[in-house]
Antibody
């Protein structure tokens, strides 16, 4: 069974750093892309960026370029999303999601993590 | 960047009725690389349709997708109580972008 299990909810202060995780299981982790999606309270889905097994540079949405860092640890089948200095506006639910395959025609998101709620407040 | 627009923003229907949701792209979506997702409150999104018209594994045939180029449609043939949710389209032909969503609510 394919599963993406994300790390738990976080409460942080502005200016703090944070790294959240997404552990894949039940499939060959290195054969699929892992993307990150933000959902601010009461709002829609925003694609943040994506990484393919760590062999190449992550790809970022222009809206998130320079704001977050996406990485992968192949040895533990885990993807990460990190911030060096959080802002209150980073408060949101963050989802990781796996693509249906590596080819262009399968780059929809077929499995999703349960989400990690990040709250940034002083 | 391809911008997706969804209409209507909210669709008020009764159980048993047919729902037709629209997704329009600011430029042609490569090879119909268009997906639809359903999201219920407190849950992660769920893939319904990919490649504009292919149903994902386990998705009932009351859900159907159509369209090409810049205009796409998701149809729910007969609404059941569990189908009232928010639906998002997404293009994955040129990077990835999501539409703003259509909320299907009980009338």
């Amino acid at each position: 069974e394919v599963q993406l299990v994300q790390s738990g909810a976080e409460v942080k202060k502005p200016g703090e750093s944070l790294k959240i995780s997404c552990k894949g299981s039940g499939y060959s982790f290195t054969d699929y892309w892992i993307g990150w999606v933000r959902q601010m309270p009461g709002k829609g889905l925003e694609w943040m960026g994506i990484i393919y097994r760590g062999d190449s540079d992550p790809k970022y949405s222009p809206s998130f370029q320079g704001q977050v860092t996406i990485s992968v640890d192949k040895s533990s089948s885990t993807a990460y999303l990190q911030w060096s200095s959080l802002k209150a506006s980073d408060s949101a639910m963050y989802y990781c999601a796996r693509t249906g395959g590596s080819a262009y025609y399968s780059r929809y998101f077929d499995f999703w993590g349960q989400g990690t709620l990040v709250t940034v407040s002083s | 960047e391809i911008v997706l627009t969804q209409s209507p923003g909210t669709l008020s229907l009764s159980p048993g009725e047919r729902a037709t949701l629209s997704c329009r792209a600011s430029q042609s979506v490569s090879s119909s690389y268009l997906a639809w997702y359903q999201q219920k409150p407190g849950q992660a999104p769920r893939l319904l349709i990919y490649g504009a018209s292919s149903r994902a594994t386990g998705i009932p045939d009351k859900f159907s997708g159509s369209g090409s180029g810049t205009d796409f449609t998701l149809t729910i043939s007969r609404l059941d109580p569990e189908d009232f949710a928010v639906y998002y389209c997404q293009q994955y032909g040129t990077w990835w972008t999501f539409g703003p969503g259509t909320k299907v609510e009980i009338k």
